[in-house]
Nanobody, 124 residues
Framework: QVQLVESGGGLVQAGDSLRLSCAAS????????MGWFRQAPGKQREFVAT????????YYADSVKGRFTISRDNAKNTVFLQMGSLKPEDTAVYYC?????????????????WGQGTQVTVSS
């Protein structure tokens, strides 16, 4: 089993930056693909970014491309989401997820473990 704990969320203003962290425990995630998803009030959970086990492959939702960067530190069993130029529409609960598939994964159905989420609120 893999436990994932997100941190780093908060209330920021439009244009600000924020870095989310996802710490994994229970098992090393070195061979896992990792992803970030988000869910805004009244909306379905949506894909944000994913990174393959080696960090050589990353994919982003069009809505965050160029503003968000996903990265990982396998030595620390941690994944990050650096968010910049934040907009009010980025407001959501952000979830970290792990997939036993090594390659970057976009479909949430292919993720095996999920964190509890961290709230990000961007004011205008």
């Amino acid at each position: 089993q893999v436990q994932l704990v997100e941190s780093g969320g908060g209330l920021v203003q439009a244009g600000d930056s924020l870095r989310l962290s996802c710490a994994a425990s229970g098992r090393t995630i070195n061979s896992y693909a990792m992803g970030w998803f988000r869910q805004a009030p009244g909306k379905q959970r949506e894909f944000v970014a994913t990174i393959g086990w080696s960090a050589r492959s990353t994919y982003y939702a069009d809505s965050v491309k160029g503003r968000f960067t996903i990265s990982r530190d396998n030595a620390k069993n941690t994944v990050f989401l650096q968010m910049g130029s934040l907009k009010p529409e980025d407001t959501a609960v952000y979830y970290c997820a792990a997939s036993v598939r090594s390659r970057a994964v976009i479909d949430s159905m292919n993720y095996d473990y999920w964190g509890q989420g961290t709230q990000v609120t961007v004011s205008s």
